[in-house]
């Protein structure tokens, strides 16, 4: 076997852990590999504060007998170098005077110098950047280097890029296994939907995470809510006031010194800057907070204050078998400034998925 | 060999014309299959005003001595039973007395009841309905049912369905490769492109086809042009105006008894109706100059109008990796009426392509 055979291995090991249970953490799988090329010593990283993957390999590894000395360490991302939940990760491997270690990305996390601290102490470090290694970690690095969550945007639009009519209504523009898809792979790996009261008011969604011949589960929820509308009596009765066991729902506003006895509700408090809420703040808060990963569900006017600020990544978006004559039917993105056709926001192109009639386009911005 | 099978291998045949050499005849593909199950005769319609598929294939099977009183013919279209420019294909198949014909789509000509004709001389008919068969005369059947050109509007859109800039700067959303395709395929597969005299003279576009390593070819021209600014003068210099050996521009206006001596172009006058042209008398002068298939490239205006009006078949759509956040960016469809979520357009997914980074997506409209 070739290394780039041990790296994939090591890959496939990585992407077995829950990316919830491993929050904030990166996605890590380790493969030993004895003299003879022989797996002796297998490991992911499955639990935030539990053991890494290098440690899990190494320790099975050990088990086996073998004899370190000899052996080559395949790990998917840069072994870390200092002390978090758990020692670093390097001082194992040269305690174990492991000679070779084969990494498939580096971390972008400026306190992890792994492959410095093991040339330092004579052991060979071969750096073979995989592609889909560092994908698998788009969340952590977008977390690490840009000190915020991943911020993906989903819409459904009617084929010319309307996500509602001028009433407001949007049901329903993409069909229900699109809707079914939404729930079971976007909602399932965000921490977090991000949304405004607005449309928690009109829609009356529950925003939870519905699988069919699974029991519902819960979702944090982060509602842009300036005048804290949902704290008002009124508004008790909405759906997304399910109850709620783990989950909370996080309103975000410039007041301050608020409290609410509503369980699982919680406030966050931004000012406000030119008008709009200081995402940089918000970053933290949410960081904080360990959500990572933010799905935003929301109307023309968020998406367009996200896109603005550079707080999205991904936009996935349903095309759909329709077509609104309307001029004043509701853009995916409501802008009152102008922007010319060289001024456009440039899109990178992921992949598409035929669901029944919609078609899924996922893109990536490039900012 | 099943029935199916005959059928399909007329299909092969059927289709292997050239769509504009036989226009505006459909597509006919025909084979003779002797008692012991093989095709003793092959043949499709290859010419407008020249011998239609059974005839040839007939003729075939008589060149090799066959009894055609044992004979099954199978024909992908209902057999015509009037006199057009050759006489009816009924009358052979009586004079040689083939007992069975196999039938795989109907005409939807009035005057062609082949079928009827067929069963009242003894031959047994089996009508065996083949999708595939139906779609390929797509242009034929709209232009005998709906008696009015087929209309296929095709544009590149942002993502968020933007045609053009505020400033009406459309260069370019949509990747060289897709506008490659739009030669290669949309345009050579139309009689005729529709746009308006805006767009021509804005854009100054060629609107001819251009494919690589090989000469241009000419396209004929339909441009709404109510005010004939195309005549001015200073207009003359604009690229359309390329030299035309067989194809023509056709000027459409409200204005009547206006001549001009620039060579090629033709006006067309309809009176205005509401402020719009009376499309039923432009389907009218285009399928008197054979004009069968009309491509739409235009703004948003004429879109939504031609949309409007139920005359879009199909919508082609280049959805494009770039996001322009503007709310007065130019729509797909310009329109000042409101339309609510249960009025909206409804389409039926057809097929998406991948090109570069964009996609294709064609649509039927279902009106």
Known sequence: MTAEKYLQRAFLLARQANPKAIRPNPFVGAVVVSENGEIVGEGFHQQSGEAHAEVMAIHQA???????????????????????????????????????????????????????????????????????????????????????????????????????????????????????HVHQYLRTAADAILTTAKTVIHDNATMNIRIKDQPEQELNLIVFDRNLDLLKKENHQHSIFYKRNKSFIYLVTDKTGIKTALPNVDIISIPMQDGRFNLEMLHKELLARNICQVLIEAGGSLNAAMMDAKAVDEVYTFVCPRILMDNVAINQFRSSQNQTMDNAVKLQFLESMTIGEDILLKHKVIH
Chains 1, 2 share one sequence.
């Open 62 to 180: 050990l088990d086996h007998g073998t004899k370190l000395e000899t052996c080559t360490l395949y790990v998917t991302l840069e072994p870390c170098s200092h002390t978090g939940k758990t020692p670093p990760c390097t001082d194992l491997i040269i305690q174990h005077r492991i000679p070779n270690v084969v990494i498939g990305s580096l971390d972008p996390n400026p306190l992890v110098s792994g492959v410095r601290i093991l040339e330092e102490h004579g052991v060979k470090v071969d750096v073979l950047i995989i592609p889909e290694i560092v994908a698998l970690n788009d969340t952590f690095n977008i977390n690490q280097i840009l000190k915020r969550p991943k911020y993906v945007l989903k819409s459904a639009i009617t084929l010319n890029g309307k996500i509602a009519d001028n009433t407001g209504n949007s049901k329903w523009i993409s069909n229900e296994e699109s809707r079914n």
